[in-house]
């Protein structure tokens, strides 16, 4: 269901070539002057957007200054219901975007006629974020044993859901079979441990605190890892209504760059930012994974595609009613 080269016509060509992209590179990762420069706006320009209390770029972007380099005043507001459900907020045009939402249900909002656009890659999962659990003795230990059984998970049409679609029909076996109840992430460590469902989709922060909690209570049926592609694996990305790119392209630049700054500063200050987060949230630190993200915030193509194919195969989207570059653009976020 679930690569290329180059040939110079000499030698010395190709490095000289090869030099010039390292330089580039280099000058992206050390902050290139003139291009924050371009991306700061004339004057402080007030802007508000959805945020979940987890590991975030943009609560480090808010408390260290980055989005004030570029001129914009960011209020970040708590999205009341997770994930997804943030974007109906983005759409209705209540806020520019918002955090906690990645491929899937762009994808699928724009299959059914939103003009959405994503400009920017936040978080990948390199280790299993997200986690298929079952209780320990209950039988459950591969995705047959969830034919006929209930699981929870914090949002139809998550990155969650996923998962857990892949893990099922990856082993040839009928999704709808399989019983999906929709609970809140704070309260699916309890509701299993009751017996209420018989496996959750967790994300990293509720399954430590639940199997640190729990020792060997719970079952590993699966990690992200499973049950989608590499390229699949980016479950945060930031997206704005089409309209407003057209309208406010120099703000969607500014915030792309602070945001940038931020997921600079967490790769090469993971501790202090790890601090930063828990004094922001209240969470405790040892609860929080240094999340990963999409190298330089850019969009990969072949991810791109990858999800129009998982969704396509998944009966989820129609083939061919969003084309695989049609769903994000880089033009934001220069270096992509």
Known sequence: MFANSNHAPSRCRGLLKLASIALAGALLLAGNPAAAQDAKLKKLTPFKMLM????????????????????????LVKQVGQGVRGMQAMIAGHVPTGQGWGAPPTIQALAGGAKITTVLAGIISTDG???????????????????????????????????????????????????????????????????????????????????????????????????????????????????????????????????????????????????IIAKRTGLPENLLLIPKFAKGGCIDAGAAAEWIKILTDLDVIKAG????????????NPGC
């Open 52 to 75: 979940v209390p987890y590991f975030s770029p943009e609560q480090i972007a808010k408390d260290q200054g980055f989005f004030k380099k570029y001129n914009l005043d960011v209020e």
């Open 321 to 332: 009613s969003v084309k695989p570059t049609g769903w994000f653009t880089n033009k934001f």
């Open 129 to 275: 974020d997200f986690r298929l659990y079952s209780l320990a003795g209950s039988g459950i230990t591969s995705a047959k044993d969830l034919i006929g059984k209930t699981v929870g998970i914090h949002n139809p049409g998550s990155y969650a859901d996923y998962i857990l679609a892949g893990f099922v029909k990856g082993a040839g076996l009928d999704l709808a079979k399989v019983r999906r109840l929709t609970v809140p992430l704070p309260s699916m460590c309890q509701a299993l441990l009751s017996k209420q469902i018989d496996a959750v989709a967790l994300y990293s922060l509720f399954y430590v605190a639940c199997t640190r909690k729990n020792p060997g209570k719970l079952h590993l049926l699966a990690k992200d890892n499973d049950a989608l592609p590499p390229s699949a694996r980016l479950y945060s990305a930031y997206t704005f209504t089409t309209e407003y790119t057209e309208k406010n392209p120099d703000i969607v630049r500014a915030f792309v760059a602070g945001m940038k700054d931020a997921m600079a500063f967490i790769d090469k200050n993971p501790e202090a930012a790890t601090k």
